[in-house]
């Protein structure tokens, strides 16, 4: 059964700074894709980064400059190191497989405001 926990989310002033992180089991994790998604109010989930078994990284062009993607396969978890955050980085992050699958997890709130 696969299990996908974030973690890391919270309130931050714009210009800030959040490092999410994503634990996952019953997946043979180091040799998936792995990424980040995010949900806003209104809003269709999007992709935001993605990370490749060997490391190779994509970044959504909103987030590219800002945001770092990485894993660590010993831990079986995948980060998100996040800074200069702006109110429209304000969403509910996820992390899943890439391409995604049904199992998600709970997600993490992001809010940023002053």
């Known amino acids: 059964q696969v299990q996908l926990v974030e973690s890391g989310g919270g309130l931050v002033q714009p210009g800030g700074s959040l490092r999410l992180s994503c634990a996952a089991s019953g997946i043979i994790f180091r040799f998936r894709s792995m990424a980040w998604y995010r949900q806003a109010p209104g809003k269709q989930r999007e992709l935001v980064s993605s990370?490749?078994?060997?490391?190779?990284?994509n970044y959504a062009d909103s987030v590219k400059g800002r945001f770092t993607i990485s894993r660590d396969n010993a831990k079986n978890t995948v980060y998100l190191q996040m800074t200069s955050l702006k109110p429209e980085d304000a969403a509910v992050y996820y992390c899943?497989?890439?391409?995604?699958?049904?199992?998600w997890g709970q997600g993490t709130q992001v809010t940023v405001s002053s």
């Open positions: 899943n497989k890439d391409p995604p699958t049904k199992d």
């Open positions: 990370i490749t078994s060997t490391g190779t990284t």
